[in-house]
C-alpha cells in the first residue's frame, strides 16, 4: 500500500532538540526525517552504508572527511560509507536521510 505525505509536515521543531521519525526500514537501507533546533547537530562517525542528505528547510553544516559543506534547502549531499561525517543546523533545519546498505 502507498500513502502520500507532506514530508515537511511529517515533524515539528523542539526547542533545543533534534527530532526524528523513521520513515522506512528495509534490509537494503532506510528513510529517516529529522528536524534540527538552531545549532543542534550529529557529532562525527561513520557508518557501514552510502548516506544521502537532502535538505527539505533550512540550512546545514556537513562535514565530511574533513571537508565543509553548506548544504541549503533543495540541495542534498552524498556520504560514502565509511567516510567521517558530522553535520549542525546553522538554522532551523529539516532534512530526510536515506541509507543504501550494501
Known amino acids: 500500500m ?19 521519525r523513521l520513515v522506512l526500514d528495509k534490509p537494503a537501507g ?7 533546533d538552531s545549532g543542534q547537530g550529529l557529532s562525527e562517525h561513520t557508518t557501514p552504508f552510502d548516506a544521502v542528505v537532502q535538505v527539505l528547510e533550512g540550512k546545514l553544516s556537513v562535514r565530511v572527511s574533513g571537508h565543509d559543506h553548506e548544504v541549503a534547502a533543495g540541495e542534498l549531499i552524498v556520504m ?8 549542525k543546523a546553522s538554522e532551523r533545519a529539516k532534512m530526510i536521510l536515506t541509507m543504501i546498505k550494501k
Open 30 to 36: 532506510s528513510v529517516t526525517l529529522f528536524a534540527f
Open 80 to 87: 560514502p560509507a565509511g567516510e567521517p561525517h558530522a553535520l
Open 2 to 20: 502507498y500513502t502520500i505525505h507532506k514530508i515537511a509536515e511529517m515533524l515539528d521543531y523542539q526547542t533545543g532538540s533534534i527530532v526524528s
